[in-house]
């Protein structure tokens, strides 16, 4: 372990000691993806670590932490209108507010927050995390305010406690920060650029997650199929790896870019049982014009070959996407490229984005940006599109019968049980609790847009 996270464990003893007895909790608001919800299980583990417990009341909490994104505008409102209703909170309790993520590499959030919310105590970015402990004992110390942020790339700090949400699956990040620069987002500059985990260090956290009895793995990243583990070791000979793990059910990923879909991780993918055959493919857009306006590094030809090539290769395969509506200067030519895509491809899931100016992105820059209301237009005719294709497409699963991990009750119904498809399909059934954490087959009986009911059966 390195020396910074073992004096970071030296600040989390201290802490332990001036918390002793007072049953202090805390409280973590996490935005965007799913390495920041990975982060935030590391803070929780940092946090527990310091002899806090959790609670999902922010009016209870003695600390409140916000792990912030700012891939869109609207997690900027959404961040701010949190902010400000703590302050009552901080007045109140004293409760310490410490925020955290993405949004803290962006100077001018930095600066709002000084200038109108001078009652926050710890800013935090994405490279100085695992300083968490240090900056809460300053706090606690000193009633002083701390900033810490560093606008250089952060190393790979391994050894972190971290509380995992789930029991049943886990998300394991693999590499860090992104040198794509799509010139739509704002990751590349707030994440750094890309720094691999060594493969030695993944393979033993997911054997440990087996042990502890995870059956199913996300392996993270912005662009997991450059994942460089060293010389002739890539993100296929790692999934091979991967799935060699016994007690390991299940390996998923997210997100490949399409530029870096090598043959070698076509095959592994084919070839390795436990890898899921839902392939997320960003499209972003279908029109080669925007794509490289984009910077994606793909025509729509190529992505379309690419689909094909998969489908030739790993039976069973199926896409999911993320799509961007209304990049500036998008025609409506260009937009009828991206529904053909879509039509063509027939994806399980699309997840669908109105463009979102980023300051400092050179999309920003560009001239001709498309009016709202006709963003808006176009997203509403995706979405019918996308809608009506995944309506018949779940249709198809009516009668089949699905190996399905159960992940726990329902949410909306605590009666049910809930798991999903290798597709990652949500399906809703009756059973034991005592089924939690096994797989089990379930007949598909009806479909609900966003989930399938079933029913299970004997094996
Ligand atoms: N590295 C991943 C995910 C990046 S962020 C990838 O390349 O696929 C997740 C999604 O947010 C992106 O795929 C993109 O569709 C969307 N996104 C990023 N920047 C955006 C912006 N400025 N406006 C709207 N959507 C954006
Ligand atoms: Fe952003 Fe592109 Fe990197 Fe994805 S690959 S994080 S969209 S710059
Ligand atoms: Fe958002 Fe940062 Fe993820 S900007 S999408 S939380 S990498």
Same mark, same amino acid.
């Given at each position: 372990?390195?020396?910074?996270?073992?004096?970071?464990?030296?600040?989390?003893?201290k802490?332990?000691?001036?918390?002793?007895?007072?049953?202090?909790?805390?409280?973590i608001?996490t935005?965007?993806c799913?390495?920041?919800?990975?982060?935030?299980?590391?803070?929780?583990g940092?946090?527990?670590?310091m002899?806090?417990?959790?609670?999902?009341?922010?009016?209870?909490?003695?600390i409140?932490?916000f792990?912030?994104?700012?891939?869109?505008?609207?997690?900027?409102? *959404? !961040?701010?209108?949190? @902010?400000?209703?703590?302050?009552?909170?901080?007045?109140?309790?004293?409760? #310490? +507010?410490? %925020?955290? =993520?993405?949004?803290?590499?962006?100077?001018?959030?930095?600066?709002?927050?000084?200038?109108?919310?001078?009652?926050?105590?710890?800013?935090f970015?994405?490279?100085?995390?695992? *300083? !968490?402990?240090?900056? @809460?004992?300053?706090?606690?110390?000193?009633?002083?305010?701390?900033?810490? #942020? +560093?606008? %250089?790339? =952060?190393?790979?700090?391994?050894?972190?406690?971290?509380?995992?949400?789930?029991?049943?699956?886990?998300?394991?990040?693999?590499?860090?920060?992104?040198?794509?620069f799509c010139?739509?987002?704002?990751?590349?500059?707030?994440?750094?650029?890309?720094?691999?985990?060594?493969?030695?260090? #993944?393979?033993n956290?997911?054997k440990?997650?087996?042990?502890?009895g995870?059956?199913?793995?996300?392996?993270?990243g912005?662009?997991?199929?450059?994942?460089?583990?060293g010389?002739?070791?890539?993100?296929?000979?790692?999934?091979?790896?991967?799935n060699k793990?016994?007690?390991?059910?299940?390996?998923?990923?997210?997100?490949?870019?399409?530029?870096?879909?090598?043959i070698?991780?076509?095959?592994?993918?084919?070839?390795?049982?436990?890898?899921?055959?839902i392939?997320?493919?960003?499209?972003?857009?279908?029109?080669?014009?925007?794509?490289?306006?984009?910077?994606?590094?793909?025509?729509?030809?190529?992505?379309?070959e690419?689909?094909?090539?998969m489908?030739?290769?790993?039976?069973?395969?199926?896409?999911?996407?993320?799509?961007?509506?209304?990049?500036?200067?998008?025609?409506?030519?260009?937009?009828?490229?991206?529904?053909?895509v879509?039509?063509?491809?027939?994806?399980?899931?699309?997840?669908?984005f109105?463009?979102?100016?980023?300051?400092?992105?050179?999309?920003?820059?560009?001239?001709?940006?498309?009016p709202?209301?006709?963003?808006?237009?176009?997203?509403n005719?995706?979405k019918?599109?996308?809608?009506?294709?995944?309506e018949?497409?779940?249709?198809?699963?009516?009668?089949?019968?699905?190996?399905?991990?159960?992940?726990?009750?329902?949410?909306?119904?605590?009666n049910?049980?809930?798991?999903r498809?290798?597709?990652?399909?949500?399906?809703?059934?009756?059973?034991?609790d005592?089924?939690?954490?096994?797989?089990?087959?379930v007949?598909i009986?009806?479909?609900?847009?966003?989930?399938l009911?079933?029913?299970?059966i004997?094996?």
């Amino acid at each position: 372990m390195k020396e910074e996270i073992k004096e970071q464990f030296n600040f989390i003893d201290k802490i332990k000691s001036i918390n002793e007895g007072k049953n202090l909790k805390y409280n973590i608001f996490t935005m965007g993806c799913q390495l920041n919800e990975n982060d935030s299980e590391k803070i929780a583990g940092m946090l527990e670590k310091m002899g806090y417990t959790v609670t999902n009341n922010v009016n209870q909490a003695d600390i409140a932490i916000f792990n912030t994104c700012c891939v869109r505008e609207n997690a900027e409102d *959404k !961040l701010f209108g949190k @902010i400000g209703e703590m302050k009552k909170l901080k007045e109140r309790n004293g409760t #310490i +507010i410490a %925020i955290g =993520g993405c949004m803290m590499q962006e100077k001018h959030i930095v600066e709002k927050l000084h200038n109108s919310y001078p009652y926050v105590d710890i800013i935090f970015g994405t490279h100085t995390m695992h *300083k !968490l402990p240090e900056d @809460i004992f300053k706090v606690l110390e000193n009633r002083r305010k701390v900033e810490d #942020i +560093i606008n %250089i790339d =952060g190393e790979i700090y391994e050894g972190l406690p971290i509380k995992r949400t789930d029991n049943s699956k886990a998300s394991v990040t693999i590499m860090y920060g992104c040198n794509n620069f799509c010139t739509y987002c704002i990751v590349p500059y707030v994440r750094g650029r890309e720094r691999s985990r060594k493969k030695e260090d #993944i393979l033993n956290e997911i054997k440990q997650l087996a042990e502890e009895g995870y059956k199913e793995i996300t392996l993270l990243g912005q662009n997991v199929n450059s994942y460089n583990g060293g010389e002739n070791y890539g993100f296929a000979e790692l999934l091979r790896d991967v799935n060699k793990i016994d007690k390991i059910e299940k390996i998923r990923f997210i997100s490949p870019h399409p530029k870096d879909f090598s043959i070698d991780v076509i095959n592994a993918i084919k070839d390795c049982e436990k890898v899921s055959k839902i392939i997320h493919l960003p499209l972003q857009s279908g029109s080669s014009n925007v794509l490289k306006k984009m910077n994606r590094h793909y025509t729509k030809e190529q992505y379309l070959e690419l689909v094909e090539k998969m489908k030739k290769l790993i039976p069973n395969v199926v896409f999911s996407t993320d799509i961007i509506v209304g990049f500036p200067e998008e025609t409506e030519e260009d937009f009828k490229d991206t529904l053909d895509v879509v039509k063509k491809v027939e994806f399980e899931q699309v997840f669908m984005f109105i463009y979102s100016r980023r300051v400092g992105t050179p999309a920003d820059r560009m001239e001709n940006q498309i009016p709202e209301e006709i963003k808006h237009e176009r997203f509403n005719r995706l979405k019918e599109l996308v809608e009506s294709q995944i309506e018949s497409n779940n249709k198809k699963y009516i009668g089949t019968i699905q190996k399905i991990l159960v992940e726990g009750k329902s949410k909306n119904n605590s009666n049910m049980l809930t798991g999903r498809t290798d597709s990652n399909k949500v399906v809703v059934f009756e059973g034991n609790d005592e089924l939690i954490n096994t797989t089990i087959n379930v007949k598909i009986l009806s479909q609900h847009m966003w989930y399938l009911k079933g029913e299970i059966i004997d094996s």
